[in-house]
């Protein structure tokens, strides 16, 4: 489910479920998205990133989809765990610009055993 | 991905007092080194770039002469929080650009965590 106001938004799933983890984002001139995993006192830690000329990018369980008509990204974790309980952040770059990320809201991700 | 280490991790301080927080790039040579900062529950907020060489870049609503960044040499940027108060309690965060051409992605330190007493 999901709460709102001060707290993330909350995603609960169940060990060995799929996870969605979905993000609007700002600027129809970003080229360049990232996915973050930021553990309870820990910096975030790169997951995966996507170029704006492709919609679709895998890595190892994990799966980028970028749709730039509506602006949204998500994340797709296979067979999630209880080590992927965390926030996950996307970010978005325009190259050129500096190379300035702007953070998306979060998503706190709870995996239940 | 890229080391990058932040000291201290944590530090309490009196209000009206002067807190440093370094940060170090540890795999690469960094001209270009960001500042974030992040509230509980909350996302991260680009404070400042940090640019090797020259003066650091404010995002909006940040105070250049409160939050003072040196960034003196290619693996080294500091961030001084001057006379901090309660509510520059938060949780820091550095991250390091790698060189061009490498990548574009960022590579984020393990954070510090301040709290102004």
């Known amino acids: 489910g999901e709460s709102v106001g001060l707290h993330l938004p909350t995603l609960s799933v169940q060990e060995g479920d799929n996870s969605i983890i979905n993000c609007a984002y700002s600027?129809?001139?970003?080229?360049?998205f990232i996915w973050y995993k930021q553990e309870s006192g820990k910096g975030p830690q790169f997951i995966i990133d996507i170029r704006s000329n492709m919609d679709k990018r895998q890595g190892q369980r994990v799966t980028v989809l970028l749709n730039k008509t509506v602006k949204h990204l998500s994340l797709q974790i296979a067979a999630t765990q209880p080590g992927d309980s965390a926030v996950y952040f996307c970010a978005e770059i325009l190259t050129g610009g500096g190379n300035k990320l702007t953070f998306g809201t979060g998503t706190q991700l709870k995996v239940e055993l | 991905g890229a080391v990058v280490s932040q000291h201290p991790s944590w530090v309490i301080c009196k209000s009206g007092t002067s807190v440093k927080i370094e940060c170090r790039s540890l795999?690469?040579?960094?001209?270009?080194m960001f500042w974030y900062r992040q509230f509980p529950k909350q996302s991260l907020m680009l404070m400042a770039t940090?640019?090797?060489?020259?003066?650091?870049?404010?995002e909006q609503g940040v105070e250049k002469d409160k939050f003072l960044i040196n960034h003196a040499s290619l693996t080294l940027s500091t961030l001084t929080v001057t006379s901090a108060h309660p509510e520059d309690s938060s949780f820091y965060i550095c991250?390091?650009?790698?060189?061009?051409?490498?990548?574009?992605?960022?590579?984020f330190g393990p954070g510090t965590r301040l709290t102004v007493l």
């Open positions: 940090s640019n090797e060489g020259s003066k650091a870049t404010y």
């Open positions: 795999d690469f040579q960094a001209t270009t």
């Open positions: 991250s390091v650009a790698p060189p061009s051409g490498i990548g574009d992605t960022q590579y």
């Open positions: 600027n129809s001139a970003s080229d360049y």
